[in-house]
Structure formats: C-alpha cells, structure tokens
C-alpha cells in the first residue's frame, strides 16, 4: 500500500517562498512517475511538474518555468517542491502523486494519469 502525504504549506506574501515536501510509504517500484498539482477553489486541478526518477526526466509547466523547482531525496523516500517568487493566482491546495503512466509532454500533467495522491497542503500567498 502506497501512501503519500504533503507538508510545508502555509501563507507568505507576494514573492515570498515555500518548500513543499512530499514523503511516501510503502513499495513504490511500480510507480516510475511522479507529479505535484495544485488546485483553487472553483478551478480544476492543474499540472505543476512531472517526473521521471528514473531516467532523470521532469516536465514543468511552462508558466511556472523559473519560479518553480522540484528535487527527490530518496533516502528520506521525500519530493520537494521549491516555489519561488510566489504570486497570489499560486495559491491553493497542492497535491502530489504517483502514476504507473509515463506520458511524453503536456500529457504528463494530466491529473486522470495519476493514481496515488496525498492530502494535500495548503498555499495562500496574499499581496
């Protein structure tokens, strides 16, 4: 049984920073994806950033491109999320996830690949 569970949400103002952290439980050798995603009430849940430990691949949405960065530790079996300059459209509950799919592309991003899924972590970035 596969569980993640996220961590480090919380509220800072306009181009502040946070650190999301990610840890998961149990055999994840099955699972050669994964992904953050966030989402805001009343919106869908939207893509952040894939990857691919295993061969070193990740894919970042592109609006996001120099703002955000993901890293791995696997010792500490934990992904991080480092958001940078923050703006209040980032706020939201960010989830991360695990997926049995490797997609090429934007498709990386698609929620409906993935299957294992923290609770997710709260970010409120206010002016």
């Known amino acids: 049984q596969v569980e993640l569970m996220e961590s480090g949400g919380g509220s800072v103002q306009a181009g502040g920073s946070l650190k999301l952290s990610c840890t998961w439980t149990g055999n994840i050798k099955h699972l050669p994806v994964w992904g953050w995603f966030r989402q805001s009430p009343g919106k869908e849940r939207e893509g952040v950033v894939s990857i691919v430990p295993g061969i070193g691949s990740t894919y970042l949405s592109d609006s996001l491109k120099g703002r955000f960065t993901n890293s791995r530790d696997a010792a500490k079996k934990t992904f991080y999320l480092q958001m940078d300059s923050l703006e209040p459209d980032d706020s939201g509950m960010y989830y991360c996830?695990?997926?049995?799919?490797?997609?090429?592309?934007?498709?990386?991003?698609?929620?409906?690949?993935?299957?294992?899924w923290g609770q997710g972590t709260q970010v409120t970035v206010s002016l």
């Open positions: 996830a695990a997926s049995v799919n490797p997609r090429p592309g934007p498709k990386a991003l698609a929620p409906l690949e993935y299957t294992y």
